[in-house]
């Protein structure tokens, strides 16, 4: 049997009997940093052996995994923190053991990202979640009519901000670090306000990040040429993609962005 097993984001306490009783029954636990991972173990004296399972070796171990599955051993995967396959290693075992019909099932518990949720000032559905955050998700994330959830580092959230910025200065954005840490933190701002906030107050770490839905309109005064370009830039949008964002952003049709870019470039 493989075990999915969540374990805490931060205070140790935020982990289930059921999870403990797992950790100290199967034969082995697979997780990311041996190191990490043993420090929850030694706090619940759990001797069970670990074995470092991460992105780099996961290929390399997952058929020897599958054999032990196969032989009836008993195993669990854990990540540094949270549910594991968020985001983290597990995704292809999980797929080969449904695909050769090995018993898996999951341990719930801990979750960053459904833990931010609950802690923002938005109405909480819909939401997405993106994972690690990427250039090409802005397009996903400014026109989503739910909240947008990822995560970024500390090294470029600021990019990343100005980005949601230079489309929408009033995006509500929140952003959560150490969630059920001592020094828990959390900022509720809008981006014009948030980019300046972190030039003077900078964070370090692993952030999860939250951006409202919100209405993109008229009153951003950029040109249609300027529009295009930035929806290209920042967006990855092909030319035909980026007007037809360029009307919405505008609140003017499709044709009378068409009509000024052909002006614009006989």
Do not use: W
Request: glycine share 4%; hydrophobic share 40%; aromatic share 10%.
């Amino acid at each position: 049997m493989l075990y999915i097993v969540a374990t805490p984001i931060g205070n140790l306490k935020d982990i289930t009997f059921r999870a403990l009783e797992v950790l100290k029954a199967v034969d082995y636990i697979l997780c990311e940093d041996t190191r990490v991972s043993r420090i929850l173990l030694n706090h619940y004296d759990i001797k069970t052996p670990l074995k470092s399972y991460h992105k780099f070796n996961e290929k390399k171990f997952l058929e020897s995994i599958l054999t032990d599955l196969k032989n009836f051993k008993e195993i669990a995967l854990i990540s540094d923190a949270g549910t594991p396959i968020i985001s983290d290693p597990g995704n292809i075992l999980v797929k080969e053991a449904i695909k050769n019909n090995l018993k898996i099932t999951t341990i719930p518990g801990a979750n960053s990202v459904i833990s931010a949720l609950t802690l923002s000032d938005m109405d909480t559905l819909p939401f997405q979640f993106l994972g690690f955050f990427k250039d090409e998700f802005l397009n996903r994330i400014i026109f989503y009519d739910g909240i947008s959830i990822f995560f970024e580092s500390s090294k470029k959230i600021l990019k990343t901000i100005e980005k949601i910025k230079k489309i929408d200065p009033e995006r509500n954005i929140s952003i959560f670090k150490e969630l059920t840490k001592k020094f828990e933190t959390r900022i509720y701002k809008k981006a014009k306000d948030l980019h300046e906030y972190l030039l003077k107050n900078p964070l370090k770490g692993e952030l999860t990040i939250l951006v409202d839905r919100g209405e993109i309109n008229n009153d951003i005064e950029i040109e249609i040429e300027e529009c295009i370009l930035l929806l290209q830039r920042y967006f990855g949008l092909d030319l035909k993609e980026a007007m037809k964002k360029c009307a919405l952003i505008k609140k003017i049709s499709k044709k009378e962005v068409y009509n000024k870019i052909k002006k614009s470039n006989p």
